[in-house]
């Protein structure tokens, strides 16, 4: 008898994680899609809604004079690259490229990799008292590494 409880116990918990885990994923890939699709559709609001107020977004890049920086974004500035940066609906294909790969769900901290068109993203997110998941650091490079200087 103690075995079948046990057993419906474990079992129990194992769908309760599973269902909870399902959630988390879904939630994450949303704040995900909230950063690239803002910027495709020119929606700052959705911006908004999948970032931490903390974020930082940062790159390499190099100076006119060759020399190697760290460029970093704010949230303040990724909601102006909503608003602004493809206003013309001319900065992404007609059908954009856009892969998410979890890479790591554990507890309230996740690990994804974005992959659009020109560039690539790894972030991190965590899931807020809320239990709402932001992302709260971005890594990003274009796929050509040429791309990174100043003009």
């Given amino acids: 008898m103690l075995r079948i409880i046990l057993f419906t116990l474990s079992t129990l918990l194992a769908n309760a994680v599973n269902a909870d885990s399902s959630n988390d994923k879904k939630n994450i890939e949303r704040a995900v899609l909230d950063y690239i699709e803002s910027q495709h559709q020119v929606k700052p609001d959705l911006m908004s809604r999948g970032l931490d107020k903390k974020l930082a977004k940062r790159t390499y890049w190099k100076a006119k004079d060759g020399s190697e920086f760290i460029m970093e974004t704010d949230y303040e500035t990724m909601l102006w690259v909503a608003e602004n940066y493809n206003k013309d609906g001319n900065k992404f294909p007609p059908t954009p490229r856009l892969d998410i790969d979890i890479l790591d769900i554990d507890s309230r901290a996740a690990s994804v990799k974005l992959s659009v068109d020109e560039w690539i993203d790894y ?23 040429k791309r990174h200087i100043s003009k």
């Fill in 123 to 145: 972030m991190h997110l965590y899931k807020n008292d809320k239990d709402e998941w932001k992302i709260i650091n971005v890594l990003w490079q274009y796929h050509d590494k």
